[in-house]
């Protein structure tokens, strides 16, 4: 079973315009109880882009480079495709990670 903060390696294709396409890392930052009720998981694309964004979190201390992008969430059924474990992200970045991406579901603020 895929965990929380697990980098791995599946291909996702088909996808459609701005969507990460490809074989390609993606983390794992979906709660266990996900996993274990829902079987599906929540990841982030992980990517090499130069693009600097608030939501991109570059990776540290991990084998596999790039940003972490938290605005392109996908819900997986791992189990369905293969996949390759690549390594897990120490529990500073997962916390990083996990504290970063909840701005996406935040209520924006009234423009009255």
Known sequence: MVRQGDIIKINLNPKQGHEQ???????CLSH??????????????????????????????TETTGKVL?????????????????????????NKLLKSVKVIFQKNASSK
Not at 21 to 27: E, K, S
């Open 21 to 27: 396409q490809g074989y390609r890392p993606y983390i």
């Open 32 to 61: 266990r109880l996900v996993s274990e009720h829902a079987n599906i998981a929540i990841f982030a694309p992980i990517s090499n882009t130069p693009r600097s964004y608030p939501l991109y979190v570059p990776l540290i201390d």
């Open 70 to 94: 938290l605005d392109q969430l996908v819900t997986i059924d791992y189990n369905a495709r293969k996949y390759n474990y690549v390594e897990t992200v120490s529990d500073h970045l997962l």
